[in-house]
């Protein structure tokens, strides 16, 4: 086996064997040098601060390819200035290398309206504010939804949401600034029910029921009745219902008695008017307040002095007053007995009342 081996046509095989792999691998390897351009190297240009027109064509003259990326607006620099490169200028690239380019926008990139249609109008405002929008004029409109958000408009016309607008564009609101008030409503009888939503509409009210006589929704069935009958006051809002039939009013006459006698009803004004009183649920307690106490007022004393009498037989007599701690009035007699007596008893008197008698009373004075 070993000498078969050694054979000179097995190895003659086994070196051509070797060659072609070897001129295999030779080849392959020189075929990559040629399509990677291996050994050709370009140095990347410096475009920085370039417009991105200008940095384009020089790049097509060098030979390189290019791929454009809007970067991040910043107002600090101008529209389609390159800002960044890459690879770094002054690197060595191969021909056809793909260079990237970092462009300053022309203005900021766009952002969606988000959806505040009937939402309220300070939640609207924040979340406009989160997307970069701003506010511009705010506008009020008569409507139902009092400080809700009726339309979004951008230079005057309206925009619906999810609209693309530049980030930090002003746009206009408009915000309901709650319902009219004492409206009149319109007369829509003889008008077809497509007619009649219009003019319902343009008066600010609301279609509300509309009942076709042969149980149909032809909108060109003409109008024969309606609640609130023209003419009525309503607020903005208030809901109109009609009545809709091919045939004419005129035709209609019972049926339309018929429909007054339900919804217009007939007030009678002989009957005088009756009279509410509005009564509280917890009557209110009444607190009267005690008179104050009478103090009496305290009298300055008085002191008379005693009187004399002359009478035919007999001399002049003196007065004498007995005052006590009851306030009582003594009565002193003068006899004939003498005038020691009287004086004596005078002066104690006296000095009695000016001491104990705060308040003395009228003196009864008798002579003899």
Same mark, same amino acid.
């Given at each position: 086996? #070993?000498?078969?081996?050694?054979?000179?046509?097995?190895?003659? =095989?086994?070196?051509?064997?070797?060659?072609?792999?070897?001129?295999?691998?030779?080849?392959?390897?020189?075929?990559?040098?040629?399509? $990677?351009?291996?050994?050709?190297?370009?140095?990347?240009?410096?475009?920085?601060?370039?417009?991105?027109?200008?940095?384009?064509?020089?790049?097509?003259?060098?030979?390189?390819?290019?791929?454009?990326?809007?970067?991040?607006?910043?107002?600090?620099?101008?529209?389609?200035?390159?800002?960044?490169?890459?690879?770094?200028?002054?690197?060595?690239?191969?021909?056809?290398?793909?260079?990237? #380019?970092?462009?300053?926008?022309?203005?900021?990139?766009?952002?969606?309206?988000?959806?505040?249609?009937?939402?309220?109008?300070?939640?609207?405002?924040?979340?406009?504010?989160?997307?970069?929008?701003?506010?511009?004029?705010?506008?009020?409109?008569?409507?139902?939804?009092?400080?809700?958000? #009726?339309?979004?408009?951008?230079?005057? =016309?309206?925009?619906?949401?999810?609209? #693309?607008?530049?980030?930090?564009?002003?746009?206009?609101?408009?915000?309901?600034?709650?319902?009219?008030?004492?409206?009149?409503?319109?007369?829509?009888?003889?008008?077809?029910?497509?007619?009649?939503?219009?003019?319902?509409?343009?008066?600010?009210?609301?279609?509300?029921?509309?009942?076709?006589?042969?149980?149909?929704?032809?909108?060109?069935?003409?109008?024969?009745?309606?609640?609130?009958?023209?003419?009525?006051?309503?607020?903005?809002?208030?809901?109109?219902?009609?009545?809709?039939?091919?045939?004419?009013?005129?035709?209609?006459?019972?049926?339309?008695?018929?429909?007054?006698?339900?919804?217009?009803?007939?007030?009678?004004?002989?009957?005088? +008017?009756?009279?509410?009183?509005?009564?509280?649920?917890?009557?209110?307690?009444?607190?009267?307040?005690? +008179?104050?106490?009478?103090? %009496?007022?305290?009298?300055?004393?008085?002191?008379?002095?005693?009187?004399? $009498?002359?009478? =035919?037989?007999?001399?002049?007599?003196?007065?004498?007053?007995?005052?006590?701690?009851?306030? /009582?009035?003594?009565?002193?007699?003068?006899? $004939?007995?003498?005038?020691?007596? =009287?004086?004596?008893?005078?002066? /104690?008197?006296?000095?009695?009342?000016?001491?104990?008698?705060?308040? %003395?009373?009228?003196?009864?004075?008798?002579?003899?």
């Amino acid at each position: 086996m #070993l000498k078969s081996l050694f054979n000179w046509k097995v190895l003659l =095989n086994l070196l051509v064997a070797i060659g072609v792999f070897v001129g295999l691998v030779w080849l392959t390897f020189r075929w990559l040098e040629y399509h $990677t351009n291996h050994g050709q190297e370009i140095p990347v240009p410096n475009v920085v601060n370039k417009s991105v027109h200008d940095a384009i064509k020089i790049l097509d003259d060098a030979g390189l390819e290019y791929e454009v990326d809007s970067f991040k607006y910043d107002p600090k620099y101008r529209p389609f200035q390159v800002l960044q490169v890459y690879p770094s200028p002054g690197s060595r690239v191969k021909d056809g290398r793909a260079i990237q #380019l970092r462009v300053n926008p022309k203005t900021w990139a766009k952002v969606a309206v988000p959806d505040i249609i009937n939402k309220y109008s300070g939640l609207a405002f924040q979340r406009l504010d989160q997307v970069g929008l701003k506010v511009g004029d705010t506008l009020f409109e008569p409507s139902i939804q009092k400080d809700a958000v #009726l339309r979004v408009l951008f230079k005057g =016309n309206p925009i619906k949401p999810g609209s #693309l607008l530049p980030r930090f564009s002003t746009i206009d609101v408009v915000i309901g600034s709650g319902p009219m008030r004492n409206i009149s409503i319109p007369n829509v009888v003889g008008l077809t029910v497509k007619e009649a939503r219009g003019v319902i509409a343009r008066s600010m009210f609301e279609v509300g029921l509309v009942e076709h006589e042969d149980g149909g929704k032809d909108e060109s069935d003409i109008i024969y009745y309606q609640d609130p009958a023209a003419g009525d006051v309503r607020d903005q809002g208030m809901q109109m219902d009609l009545w809709a039939s091919k045939k004419t009013p005129a035709e209609l006459r019972d049926k339309i008695e018929q429909l007054n006698s339900v919804y217009r009803m007939k007030v009678d004004t002989s009957l005088p +008017p009756i009279r509410y009183e509005e009564v509280p649920a917890h009557p209110t307690p009444n607190y009267e307040q005690a +008179p104050p106490p009478v103090v %009496p007022k305290p009298e300055p004393a008085k002191t008379e002095a005693p009187k004399t $009498t002359t009478s =035919n037989t007999k001399p002049a007599a003196s007065t004498s007053t007995a005052a006590k701690t009851d306030n /009582k009035p003594k009565t002193t007699t003068t006899g $004939t007995s003498g005038s020691g007596s =009287n004086t004596g008893s005078t002066n /104690k008197a006296t000095t009695t009342t000016q001491q104990t008698a705060p308040k %003395p009373k009228a003196k009864k004075v008798v002579v003899e």
